[in-house]
């Protein structure tokens, strides 16, 4: 009996994750590289119950594109907030969403929200959205929200739960911020879960300072045994030292497991050598060697996330322990001090 899993794509710097049951999946974001497609076929996935793209950033939506046009592989629904950007990767969006609507029966849905869908279902398998608000929607990301805080696509940005039988299995928190975090937690929302995909690549959403606080408050709230930073090696100088440090720190005597998917540049400037690991084909990075943890395979099956968890500490723990010995993952972070400047007559 196939129990499906969760597919935290190694992508280079961006994200997708798909949900896998038998020959059907969900897809959460999309970015424009061809390891998305070639999993797709690699699975023999013949349908896509559900495409979602947490906001218009060309990072997470230009590989729905031939995913739409794929009539050999349909897609039943699709979700995402408009958006008044002229970008081109936004624009061929539209049209293959109109074009897989008009030919293909592809429902078209202009809103992705706590409210729409309230949750999708495949298998045991529930997908809800925790953010963003109807009424943040309605005030689209270039105008303000009730709050009179100004939006933008990331603070509009998609937070994603999957859950399986209950289990709060894996929160996909795309490009939010800290606005979106307040938010959640002003309205008492569960964020819970056992895997965190941090937001934004672990990249800067304030100052040094505030970064860290951020991250130790969304971790502290998440409460993950694995936090994962989903970022292509060299690109937007991803993750932050400050935001890791502050995801080591949130939870007191109970640090959760750090990975990224390929070796950032702020933790070794030079590629390791090559070495036998028993990492997933379908990563971007593996072909140059920039994987670190590379593509996460999360089984919906009784132990599936010890197990999990016992293949990172062994094949990724290790790994770092001996090539990368200055990873972000293991170093200690010295304080962010403020830098207080005189005032001058």
Avoid at 80 to 98: E, M
Avoid at 142 to 169: C, P, Q, T
Wanted: proline content about 6%.
């Amino acid at each position: 009996m196939d129990c499906g899993e969760i597919i935290i794509l190694d992508v280079g710097h961006g994200n997708c994750t798909i949900i896998k049951h038998g020959e059907e999946a969900i897809i959460i974001d999309a970015p424009g590289r061809p390891i998305v497609a070639k999993v797709l076929d690699d699975l023999k996935i013949k349908s896509i119950r559900a495409l979602l793209i947490s906001h218009a950033d060309s990072d997470h939506l230009s590989g729905a594109i031939p995913i739409l046009m794929n009539a050999a592989r349909p897609v039943q629904q699709v979700y995402v907030n408009p958006d008044k950007r002229k970008t081109d990767s936004w624009l061929q969006f539209r049209i293959a969403a109109g074009d897989a609507r008009k030919f293909q029966g592809t429902k078209v849905y202009p809103s992705l929200s706590i409210d729409s869908p309230q949750q999708l279902t495949i298998c045991g398998t529930t997908i809800r959205v925790l953010h963003p608000t109807p009424e943040i929607c309605l005030a689209t990301n270039e105008g303000a929200h009730i709050d009179g805080v100004r939006l933008d696509a990331n603070s509009m940005s998609a937070v994603v739960l999957i859950e399986h039988e209950g289990e709060r299995m894996c929160l996909l928190a795309a490009d939010s911020g800290r606005h979106s975090l307040n938010t959640m937690m002003g309205e008492r929302v569960d964020i819970s879960a056992h895997v965190l995909v941090f937001p934004h690549h672990g990249g800067h959403i304030g100052g040094a300072s505030d970064n860290k606080e951020f991250a130790k408050e969304l971790v502290s709230a998440v409460r993950p045994k694995l936090v994962l930073f989903s970022l292509g090696r060299g690109a937007h100088g991803t993750p932050r030292p400050e935001i890791v440090a502050g995801a080591r720190e949130a939870i007191a005597g109970s640090a959760p497991y750090i990975a990224c998917t390929q070796i950032s540049k702020n933790c070794s400037d030079a590629l390791p050598g090559k070495s036998e690991r028993p990492l997933v084909k379908n990563s971007e990075g593996l072909a140059k060697n920039h994987c670190c943890a590379g593509t996460i395979i999360l089984p919906l099956s009784r132990g599936g996330l010890e197990g999990i968890m016992t293949d990172l500490s062994d094949h990724h723990g290790k790994f770092v322990a001996s090539e990368v010995p200055n990873a972000l993952c293991r170093r200690q972070i010295a304080p962010v001090v403020p830098q207080i400047i005189a005032a001058t007559s």
